[in-house]
């Protein structure tokens, strides 16, 4: 590890690096290879497979935070350093508590693999639950009501496109031994995604994990987002805000730049103009 780093960076993937349906600015880009003395951390909602499709191995990053932090992967040596999943008798609990309520939800396999998931139906499929599984329809299988989940399970999702609010906070109250992330749909930007996970995951975990690891706490940490996944990590940030296209709520809470995720932004956040090379 660089003992001579500076900062720390902590940004967020899709909607902030990686504007949606685009292509990661090219200044953006250049500014991470040239930032040494920064420790750039990348936290993503992300499974590791469907990353490691969008970005390259030699990305200028030196630890990424994917699946909301469920895991976490040294990217220099590309090693799991961390991960956590439910166990049966949890994945169970969950499992019964949303039949209950008659809801569509998706439940991932254990990471490496949770890119693969299985789907159990309730009601009537929105479009954004149809696109997801037909999108991934060859490493995602049907799970009947009544079948017993066997195997460690890193996440439960629930995709809400009515009454979003009150279908989230009633998880929130019913699942209180899960960790409940919100999240807006990546593939519509309109459904809410109640991505549902064991005690504790956060992206902002993940952060304090790595930080600690490395014994850097007392390094500044700059933070950029775009999304409500996004509050935890950038809460524990000297420097946190929100790109442009955020939800408006959001740029309440934090600094807001006056640039869209499609543009250059990262020279100003972290000083490069002021020699921070």
């Known amino acids: 590890m660089n003992n001579s780093y500076k900062s720390i960076l902590a940004f967020d993937f899709d909607g902030t690096i990686k504007p949606n349906n685009g292509k990661i600015n090219q200044e953006n880009l250049e500014i991470l290879k040239k930032s040494n003395s920064i420790l750039k951390i990348l936290l993503t909602g992300r499974s590791l497979y469907s990353l490691q499709k969008t970005i390259h191995n030699n990305f200028p990053i030196d630890y990424l935070v994917f699946s909301s932090g469920a895991g976490v992967m040294d990217w220099k040596t590309k090693e799991i350093i961390f991960k956590k999943h439910f166990s049966n008798d949890e994945s169970n609990r969950i499992k019964k508590t949303l039949n209950k309520l008659k809801l569509n939800y998706m439940f991932h396999k254990e990471i490496p693999d949770n890119h693969k998931f299985y789907f159990t139906k309730n009601r009537r499929y929105n479009r954004d639950f149809i696109h997801r599984k037909t999108l991934y329809q060859n490493i995602s299988f049907l799970s009947?009501?009544?079948?017993?989940?066997?195997e460690p399970i890193t996440q439960f999702l629930v995709i809400s496109s009515i009454n979003k609010e009150k279908i989230h906070n009633t998880l929130i109250k019913k699942l209180d031994f899960c960790q409940l992330i919100?999240?807006?749909?990546?593939?519509?930007?309109?459904?809410l995604w109640s991505e549902i996970f064991p005690y504790g995951v956060s992206k902002g975990y993940a952060l304090k994990q790595i930080i600690n690891k490395n014994n850097l706490s007392t390094l500044p940490i700059i933070g950029v987002g775009n999304d409500y996944n996004d509050i935890d990590f950038l809460k524990i940030c000297n420097e946190a805000y929100m790109v442009k296209d955020s939800p408006k709520e959001l740029k309440k809470q934090f600094k807001y730049l006056d640039s869209y995720s499609n543009e250059p932004f990262l020279n100003t956040i972290i000083g490069m103009k002021n020699g921070n090379k």
Do not use: D, Y
């Open 144 to 150: 009947k009501k009544k079948s017993k989940i066997q």
């Open 182 to 191: 919100r999240a807006t749909s990546p593939l519509n930007q309109k459904s």
